[in-house]
């Protein structure tokens, strides 16, 4: 039966999507301290990653589900292609010219970035509270 409502609450939803929206987020905000922690590091490139593009892929439903029984199968089906791919900008001279990066832009990427997080801790925060008040019986 457990294996049911994890199915049904949490592998579908809003559940699974909000916590991928905070798993990449996170994985956004160590890619820019990283840049930050080396703008002034000569020869360093700029590492980002496509945060639209990976959130779709993340949370992109397959055409059709198949099992794989045994580690020698081959999955069938819409698979998520894995994780996600950090690009490294190529070597433009920024102000300090030393690299690819601008402290800048890095800084308001981060606070971007924490409003994307806080959005998607608040929301799984509140289908969390949601479930524990059905699950109590009351609102």
Excluded: C, W
Excluded at 5 to 12: E, G, N, P, R, W
Excluded at 69 to 89: A, E
Excluded at 94 to 100: A, F
Excluded at 113 to 137: C, H, P, S, T
């Amino acid at each position: 039966m457990g294996n049911i409502v994890q199915k049904a609450i949490f592998d579908s939803g809003l559940i699974p999507a909000y916590g991928k929206l905070a798993d990449l987020s996170a994985l956004k905000h160590k890619l820019i301290a990283s840049n930050v922690a080396n703008a002034n590091t000569s020869g360093y490139q700029k590492k980002e990653i496509d945060f639209d593009k990976e959130l779709k892929k993340a949370i992109a439903k397959p055409k059709f589900a198949s099992t794989v029984t045994d580690p020698k199968h081959i999955p069938l089906g819409n698979t998520p292609g894995g994780p996600p791919k950090i690009k490294q900008i190529k070597q433009t001279e920024n102000s300090t010219g030393v690299n690819s990066v601008d402290i800048d832009e890095e800084m308001a990427d981060l606070a971007q970035n924490q409003l994307v997080f806080d959005y998607g801790a608040e929301m799984l925060a509140r289908k969390f509270k949601e479930l524990k008040a059905a699950i109590r019986g009351r609102e």
